[in-house]
């Protein structure tokens, strides 16, 4: 399994920024898919992630802000974030909670994507 995220990069506070993230593999499902972000000298926290039946739940932080969303296929997640700020800054990684095709007890297993660095400057 494969988590391909992609988007990120530098934008002035007040701006917008589009993260993706692609899972692949020999999946059988996808329970959920989210983003979650360090920041430098931070524990990793949840940021807004999707379930499988569409729920959404989102940091308090970036309520109002941020929209989590999916493609039709539901192996891509997308984190549209709006109105950022220098607080935003942080490596953002990607999650998937997968059930393997080869996982006869269908076990969530999760996967991680290499972190994608967002910078919001002041």
């Known amino acids: 399994v494969q988590l391909q995220a992609s988007g990120g990069g530098l934008v002035q506070g007040g701006g917008s920024l589009r993260l993706s993230c692609a899972v692949s593999?020999?999946?059988?499902?996808?329970?959920?898919m989210g983003w979650y972000r360090q920041a430098q000298g931070k524990q990793r926290e949840l940021v807004a992630d999707?379930?499988?039946?569409?729920?959404?739940n989102y940091a308090d932080s970036v309520k109002g802000r941020f929209t989590i969303s999916r493609d039709s296929a539901k192996t891509t997640v997308v984190l549209q974030m709006n109105r950022l700020e220098p607080e935003d800054t942080a490596v953002y990684y990607c999650?998937?909670?997968?059930?393997?095709?080869?996982?006869?007890?269908?076990?969530?297993?999760?996967?991680w994507g290499k972190g994608t660095q967002v910078t919001v400057s002041g």
């Open positions: 999707i379930t499988s039946g569409g729920s959404t």
């Open positions: 999650k998937a909670i997968v059930v393997l095709s080869t996982d006869f007890f269908l076990n969530g297993i999760n996967y």
């Open positions: 593999g020999s999946i059988f499902s996808i329970r959920s």
